[in-house]
């Protein structure tokens, strides 16, 4: 069986009215991978957040990723989260 342990920490705070900020740090390594598989990984993902209306968050989030297999990685994200219904 091949899976992942993660250990994750992350903190996040209101900034300005409809604003909130985070960042998090997260550890990852395989569990029961095969030699030469067994490679941590690191993320470090700050993050804003902007409440535009009620039901409407937008959210902003760099992700830096490190491993030794490929060196360094870099993905942002755009997220948009709308609810529906009574809320």
């Not at 900034?15 to 598989?37: C, F, H, I, N, Y």
Request: proline residues 3%; glycine residues 10%.
């Amino acid at each position: 069986t091949f899976g992942d342990l993660a250990v994750a920490l992350a903190a996040t705070g209101s900034v300005a009215q409809d604003w909130t900020a985070g960042l998090r740090r997260e550890r990852a390594a395989p569990v029961g991978a095969s030699p030469g598989q067994d490679e941590a990984r690191t993320r470090l993902s700050p993050l804003l957040s902007w409440r535009a209306a009620e039901g409407l968050l937008v959210r902003l989030q760099y992700d830096h990723d490190r491993a030794d297999s490929f060196g360094t990685e870099d993905s942002v994200w755009l997220t948009v989260q709308w609810t529906l219904g009574k809320h």
